[in-house]
């Protein structure tokens, strides 16, 4: 069965941290760029980052840069969010998707998508 399946979500403190796996099955997730993006409520889904299919370009958008770190993981068809110093802003819920090159953040242009988990950062 093809699918992503995200995992590390949860509920963390102000300034705590979570890392996140997507582990891909039935295809190889090193062919393709890895994005992650996430949805707070009542808001729309915005990329977050993006690892280029050969680890060699990781993006960034502003208010996460310094906080998340993303990377290919062992074993392979595992890619990981790390997240650090997080902050009530970022509550949502995380996904990750594939495509072909990391050449923008939009959410429309990922062509296969896990089904999310689910981060709060509250006190």
């Known amino acids: 069965q093809v699918q992503l399946v995200e995992s590390g979500g949860g509920l963390v403190q102000p300034g705590g941290s979570l890392r996140l796996s997507c582990v891909a099955s039935?295809?190889?997730?090193?062919?393709?760029?890895v994005g992650w993006l996430r949805q707070a409520p009542g808001k729309e889904r915005e990329g977050v980052s993006c690892?280029?299919?050969?680890?060699?370009?990781?993006y960034y958008i502003d208010s996460v840069k310094g906080r998340f770190t993303v990377s290919r993981g062992q074993p392979k068809n595992t890619v990981y969010l790390q997240m650090n110093n997080l902050k009530p802003e970022d509550t949502a819920v995380y996904y990750c998707?594939?495509?072909?090159?990391?050449?923008?953040?939009?959410?429309?242009?990922?062509?296969?998508w896990g089904q999310g988990t689910q981060v709060t950062v509250s006190s």
């Open positions: 998707a594939t495509r072909q090159f990391c050449s923008s953040f939009h959410p429309n242009e990922y062509d296969f």
């Open positions: 039935g295809f190889i997730l090193d062919a393709y760029a």
């Open positions: 690892i280029s299919s050969t680890d060699t370009s990781r």
